[in-house]
């Protein structure tokens, strides 16, 4: 983070976005600045991700002995139902595109904002609304269908409060749609001068991919809660066998938005990363193509795979196959992206900074995930490890291990340019291996767990499952750990951090062509953009070694 | 094959040493790749450490044909994992012709199992050793799971449906079998043992068990006679419903020119929604049993109309498609 | 962000900014077709499945009056379609009138609605809400022909001898009638909301050939509601119709 230039000292930006609207709670509850909506978001999916991490560390803690140690089954369902429900709507599917994806897409194309500013500010108040009915539902009964909500159980058999739930996450679906919606126009009308596709970082990439999903995906599962929660609140039988009806067009509607959700939660973490190596790197990405065009293929692809989730259900051996066969190639494009970040390592000039190291937690982490999927897809194997830990471990080193990491990744790498601060050095890389650490010691027992057969969802298991039990919630101790402190260290440097400067990595994006941070417009004259992304070489306001030498075309390397 | 390590179950059936290989060898290859990419990451994480302030990387020139094969290295390993995994799958999902046929029933939170003599089982499953052995799945309620992981295998029970699952024990003992589709307060107690038994032992367990549990088949004879089937469906072939011998497992010529096989899900359905599918040169006369019948007693049918399988097809007055008709 | 004339500050031009209006629209408009797709779906299912009590089911609706409200539709699309053109041909005083007849059309269509609903509570056909198929059939109002009352009649005891459960797929048949055409419903009550406001800027000579976005915007929204009752009038109200 050492800039050599031998400019001045910098001095701080006098005005910039989080001052010049005012302080006062009105010009911030009505802002239309894509930047404070960010912020707005970071504040609420933080308070879902505790929410969230509070029963998980409840879970934990119950499952250390094999009767249960803390709660009766009944609260363990609801537990482990609303950990689920307010990690996955409310954390994991806004978190980085409505905080990440919000600040920076408009200056990474060189924008003053996104096409509907208005609309942007409608979305964080849907999701708002959307998790109050939740939040009314986990506080007045609890819900204990799991986040699934698979018929019958949840439109009749329940009696925790599935309506106001189902409620809340149909309302919140409107804010990933609008959001969607947003950066999809955004995208393709309001590019800088110069700043055509190819030129774009592949991080808005990644989220015009998340974006076609959220659009196309969204409008299903709302369609088919709606469905789900007038059942049950008027005892019509779409999804009863008992007045016609069939459980398994639920599941079918369900997983086809459930699946592709997964994408939502992991693309943009892959666009995190995809900005973080080539920066730490200091060269271009390798295979540029190759990353934007996987970004695309996963997102389509991912649209064809939702039944892999119900090969035990009795449905067609040939469905099966099909969706077997799909769900393998799903996996090629992640693949393609793992190979072309390695790649980009060879011959970089490699900082060790804490985005870094999240980033390359996140390739480790994400890549095993990615492998047990595999273990998943394959038909024969499924009918061992279907619902069992083995699908938990997987999904948590994608969701966890993968996007979370690239949340967190996201957050330190773009920290100095939304605050203007520097964090503590010592502390972010401390965090960071504590974070990965303490994470494969919580997930890679329950891969182990899942073979042996517990399945999930148990509140209480066989006592030969217990020394791995153990051994996970350890993990999840230390993992704890590792969220904590970039909460408090980040929430620390906002006040008594270093100053920033404009680019202290540096990095070739617009983004960093402005002050830290940047004022309420953005850039206070439109780019134009003549460069290619990712490029150190010809990029002399940077103020590193200049001239560096070229590794020969197609031989040496 | 029990592990000296416990990282996974025992091998009791005939599709465990399958599943497990298959396991084995997707282990290895991610190990593999996993390992490669470990490596370099690392190597290059050390080798190329920053030293000096303002460095910056030498650009390498991407090769296409690079990208190209390791898209298509894994593509090749990923199918082979496919193709492997299928052939498990179908051959679970088609079961052998001759199995020992146990009916299984789920419900919040218990499992009811019956063997074919009629004796009864609660959270518990006896099965003989070398046997290929099927379960006809139904569930009362919501969506459950049986599922036994030392035979590598499960299946959902869906209210609404019937589901089956077939395995052959290869190991005498005693193996857990969980529920695993969660479905509500006692999901996580809803399971019992699956006890492998010598044929022997099993026929002499079968046999020496109480009296009270009456044969199924000749519960559903009485049935057959108390629910006025027997006024329509003449063995003779003279009613005014087709004869049911032979029926069981056979080609059934409907009324639309296509054909059915007769096979527990076909029989369940005639007798719940009897117009679904009405036999070639028959009138839809039959009344409906829609909540008339517990699903057991549907069992006892079934398994009385399977007891008919052997008995002689009257010429006429038979729903069984003639041969030239057959698929 | 500023505004300066029509131009919203985000944007650098005002082609830059209805380019972007009208791919926001289109692209919402996908994300309906998706929302009611789910719908579509299950409806296709289930009737695939209960053929016969869909048709009784069916039959029970007031086919004139779907077809009136058909007409009625297709003929707002074309004023609201006249009002586009209006505005980006400088016919300033014919942008207002002709959004009012769209208004009034739409209320036409609200009312019809409104009356089969009404008659759908008096025939107990609503789900959940001692739901009967065979009611209005074995209670003829005096309004009612004889003879058409008597064949329907005749319909529901075959269907149910057929499928007992004709009454409880007929309720599936039903829950999908309301929840489709409630749903369109509500986009149409919506639709009327945009248009109101945009009578309030053409009264005010807002739209012109210069600047007709929102005209333009709105009008895709109201074609697209109408395309959607142009999917469900046949599947509703004519299928297994030979009488």
New interface residues.
């Given amino acids: 983070m050492n800039n050599t230039s031998p400019t001045p000292p910098y001095e701080p930006p006098r005005d910039h976005y989080l001052i010049s609207a005012g302080g006062h709670i009105r010009s911030w509850l009505l802002t239309t600045d894509h930047k404070r909506i960010a912020l707005l978001y970071l504040i609420s999916v933080t308070v879902f991700f505790f929410i969230g991490g509070v029963f998980a560390t409840m879970i934990r803690i119950h499952l250390l002995t094999p009767g249960g140690v803390l709660v009766t089954p009944e609260t363990y369902n609801k537990l482990f139902t609303m950990h689920g429900v307010a990690m996955i709507f409310f954390f994991l599917i806004p978190s980085i595109p409505a905080v990440l994806g919000n600040f920076l897409i408009p200056m990474m194309i060189g924008a003053k904002d996104l096409a509907f500013p208005k609309i942007n500010l409608l979305s964080w108040y849907i999701y708002l609304i959307g998790g109050s009915f939740v939040l009314y539902s986990f506080s007045t009964g609890g819900l204990d269908t799991g986040w699934t909500f698979y018929t019958p159980l949840s439109s009749i058999y329940s009696n925790s409060a599935v309506t106001p739930a189902v409620l809340g996450i149909f309302i919140n679906g409107f804010s990933s749609i609008l959001t969607g919606l947003n950066f999809i126009v955004t995208i393709h009308t309001m590019r800088a001068p110069g700043m055509t596709w190819f030129r774009l970082p592949l991080f808005v990439w990644s989220h015009y991919a998340t974006s076609l999903i959220m659009i196309l995906g969204t409008p299903v599962v709302a369609i088919t809660l709606l469905l789900a929660g007038l059942e049950r609140m008027f005892h019509l039988g779409f999804f009863n066998p008992a007045m016609g009806g069939d459980p398994i067009l639920f599941q079918h509607l369900f997983w086809f938005y459930s699946h592709p959700a997964v994408y939502i939660m992991v693309l943009p973490a892959m666009g995190v990363v995809s900005e973080i190596i080539p920066t730490f790197a200091r060269k271009p990405i390798f295979g540029y193509t190759f990353i934007a065009a996987s970004s695309i293929a996963i997102a389509v692809i991912g649209f064809l795979v939702w039944a892999h989730h119900m090969f035990v259900t009795g449905e067609s051996t040939y469905a099966a196959l099909a969706f077997s066969f799909l769900s393998y190639l799903v996996a090629i494009p992640s693949a393609i992206k793992v190979f072309n970040w390695t790649a980009t390592l060879y011959k970089g000039s490699i900082s060790w900074d804490a985005p870094m190291l999240y980033a390359l937690g996140f390739i480790g982490l994400f890549t095993i995930g990615g492998i047990t999927g595999l273990f998943l897809a394959c038909l024969g194997l499924d009918i061992h490890i279907h619902d069992t830990y083995f699908v938990i471990a997987h999904f948590h080193y994608i969701m966890v291990g993968g996007a979370v990491m690239g949340y967190v990744g996201g957050l330190h790498y773009w920290w100095p340019k939304i605050t203007g601060r520097l964090y503590s050095e010592a502390l972010s890389t401390f965090a960071a291996i504590v974070l990965f650490l303490g994470f494969n010691l919580t997930f890679f027992p329950q891969f182990i767990l899942g073979y042996l057969g517990m399945p999930r969802r148990y509140s209480s298991y066989p006592p030969e499952f217990q020394v791995l039990n153990v051994l996970s919630t350890a993990g999840a101790s230390i993992l704890a750990l590792g969220y904590l402190l970039p909460m408090a260290y980040l929430s620390w440097s906002m006040r008594y951090g270093k100053v920033a400067g404009p680019n202290p990595w540096p990095a070739t994006g617009l983004e960093w062509k402005t002050d830290s941070p940047p004022p309420t417009e953005n850039f206070h004259v439109t780019p134009v953009v003549d460069w290619e992304p990712y490029d150190y070489r010809n990029r002399p306001d940077l103020g590193l070694a200049a001239g560096a030498p070229l590794a020969p075309a197609h031989g040496d390397d | 094959m029990q592990s000296p390590l ?4 025992e091998q009791a059936s005939n ?1 465990a040493p ?2 497990d290989a ?2 084995l060898f ?1 282990t290895g290859i ?1 190990l593999l ?2 390992a490669i ?2 490596t ?2 690392v190597y ?2 050390f080798k ?3 030293k ?12 296409s044909r ?2 190209v094969a ?2 298509v290295v ?2 090749i390993l ?2 082979v ?2 193709a ?7 051959d ?3 079961a052998p012709r001759d199995t020992l046929d146990i009916y299984v029933v789920g419900k ?1 939170w218990m499992w009811k199992a019956q063997q074919p003599n009629g004796l009864k089982e609660i959270n518990e499953l006896h099965v003989p050793v070398g046997r290929d052995v099927r379960l006809i799945l139904a569930s009362e ?3 459950h ?1 049986f ?1 036994v ?2 035979f ?5 029970v ?4 019937y ?1 089956t699952m077939w395995f052959r024990p290869t190991k005498p003992g005693r193996y ?1 079998f ?12 809803m399971g019992g043992w699956v006890t492998v038994m010598e044929p022997t032992d099993y026929a002499a367990w079968l046999s020496g068990v109480s009296s009270g549990e009456a044969n199924p088949v000749a519960v559903g004879e009485k049935l057959f006679a108390e629910k006025f089937c027997v006024t329509c469906h003449l063995s003779n072939g003279t009613g005014r419903a087709p004869s049911l011998n032979g029926l069981y497992g056979a080609q059934v010529l409907l009324a639309d020119g296509s054909t059915v096989t007769a096979d527990d899900a076909y029989i369940r359905e005639s007798i719940l ?1 009897p ?1 679904a599918k009405i036999v070639a040169r028959y009138q ?1 006369l039959m009344p ?1 049993y ?1 909540g008339q019948l517990t699903e057991e007693q549907i069992f006892a049918l079934t398994a009385y109309i399977k007891s008919l399988e052997s008995q002689p097809v009257p010429v006429t007055g038979s729903g069984i498609a003639p041969v030239s008709e057959k698929k | 962000m500023h505004r300066t004339g029509e131009l919203y500050g985000q944007f650098q031009t005002l082609e830059q900014q209805k380019e972007s209006a009208t791919l926001g629209m289109w692209i919402f408009l996908v994300t309906e077709v998706l929302f009611f797709g789910g719908m579509f779906l299950t409806y296709t299912i289930n009737r695939h499945y209960f053929f016969t009590a869909f048709g009784i089911g069916s039959n029970t609706l007031d086919i004139t009056l779907g077809t009136v409200n058909t007409i009625v539709l297709i003929m707002s699309s074309f004023t609201m379609a006249m009002g586009v053109w209006s505005a980006q041909t400088g016919k300033k005083k014919l942008v207002p009138l002709f959004l009012i007849l769209t208004l009034s059309l739409g209320c036409v269509f609200l009312g019809i609605k409104f009356v089969e609903y009404k008659q759908k509570f008096e025939h107990h056909l609503i789900p959940g809400h001692n739901f009967d198929i065979t009611y209005r059939s074995s209670h003829p109002a005096p309004v009612d022909d004889p003879e058409e009352m008597a064949l329907e009649k005749q319909e529901v005891d075959r269907a149910l001898a057929s499928d007992p459960d004709a009454n409880s797929h007929a309720q599936l048949y039903f829950s999908l009638y309301f929840a489709m055409t409630g749903l369109h419903a509500l986009h149409m009550i919506v639709g009327a909301g945009l248009i109101i406001w945009l009578i309030k800027g053409a009264l005010g000579g807002r739209f012109t050939p210069h600047y007709n976005t929102p005209v333009e915007i709105v009008g895709l929204y109201w074609h697209f509601v109408d395309i959607v009752w142009i999917y469900l009038f046949p599947l509703l109200y004519l299928i297994d119709r030979h009488r």
């Fill in positions: 416990p990282i996974y179950p599709f399958h599943v298959l396991l997707i991610c790749f996993g990419i470990t370099a990451i290059c994480f190329y450490h920053r000096e302030a303002g460095a910056i990387g030498i650009v390498t020139y991407e090769d690079l990208e390791w898209i894994p593509l990923a199918m994992m496919f492997w995994g299928a052939t498990i799958y179908v679970y999902r088609n919040q309620d919501v969506i799971d599922f992981p030392a590598r295998v499960k299946m959902d869906v209210p609404g449906h589901n857990h969980f529920c695993s589709q969660y479905c509500g307060t006692n999901h996580a107690v929604q117009n839809p409906n829609q």
